[in-house]
């Protein structure tokens, strides 16, 4: 079982529409949190952070569940731009290198 | 100001022969990354290096692959005898650490390693 566990995808939506990915992670010793973004043969950048309490930035909503073990994301009335790959990604207790998930595809269509 | 450079770019070699790929961190990151993607999936965790300290190999796939880093900024990447699962996209990554805090990972532009 991969550590972390994302939806492939690909996920087509409208301009202007709601869309949310999920993530699961098994390790428990987990204890930081990101969504990064990954453009077609392009290298990752981190999107945002995720905090316990939740947190915003602009249009993107990052959640975690520790009880669950699941991150979410969610991307508010979605741009032609916003077309990617997200990828979950960890860091573990005890790791400076992050795990990171296979990415979830997202295509904004007009 | 200048970001992570990785070069080649891209490399096509053959199977057997020996690679080295190049990665020129961030001016004063101390920790430096190494992963690689092989195609549809994640980063997958090769070598970490920070300052002084002996580098976490953990990730290392085989004793075919190894890495330096040599006066704690440029880092090579070598694998030997390149077998055609080798082919991927080397990605490597730099950051400022300070004590156990650890900061906002940057990625170079990666070297797409395709083995014949």
């Known amino acids: 079982r991969k550590e972390v566990e994302q939806d492939p995808g690909p996920f087509n939506v409208p301009e202007g529409a709601t869309v949310a990915f999920n993530c699961t992670y098994s390790?428990?010793?987990?204890?930081?949190f990101f969504w990064y973004r990954q453009d077609c043969r392009k290298e990752p950048k981190l999107l945002m952070s995720?905090?316990?309490s939740g947190n915003e930035d602009g249009r993107f909503t990052a959640q975690l569940n520790r009880a669950s073990q699941y991150i979410s994301l969610l991307i508010r009335d979605s741009k032609l731009s916003d077309s990617a790959t997200y990828l979950c990604?960890?860091?573990?207790?005890?790791?400076?290198?992050?795990?990171f998930g296979s990415g979830t595809r997202l295509q904004v269509q007009p | 100001g200048a970001g992570v450079s990785q070069s080649p770019s891209n490399k096509v070699t053959e199977k057997g022969k020996d690679v080295e790929l190049r990665c020129d961190p961030i001016?004063?990151?101390?920790?430096l990354y190494w992963y690689r993607q092989s195609l549809g999936q994640g980063l997958e965790f090769l070598i970490y290096?920070?300052?002084?300290?002996?580098?976490?190999k953990s990730g290392l796939p085989s004793d075919r692959f190894s890495a330096e880093r040599t006066g704690g900024s440029v880092s090579t990447l070598t694998i030997q005898r390149t077998q055609q699962e080798d082919s991927a996209v080397y990605l490597c990554?730099?950051?400022?650490?300070?004590?156990?805090?650890?900061?906002?990972?940057?990625f170079g532009p990666g070297t797409r390693l395709t083995v014949t």
């Open positions: 990554a730099s950051s400022l650490e300070y004590g156990t805090s650890s900061y906002e990972q940057y």
């Open positions: 390790n428990s010793a987990s204890q930081s």
């Open positions: 995720v905090y316990s």
């Open positions: 990604v960890v860091r573990t207790a005890g790791r400076r290198a992050l795990t």
């Open positions: 001016s004063g990151h101390t920790a």
């Open positions: 290096f920070q300052g002084n300290s002996a580098p976490d």
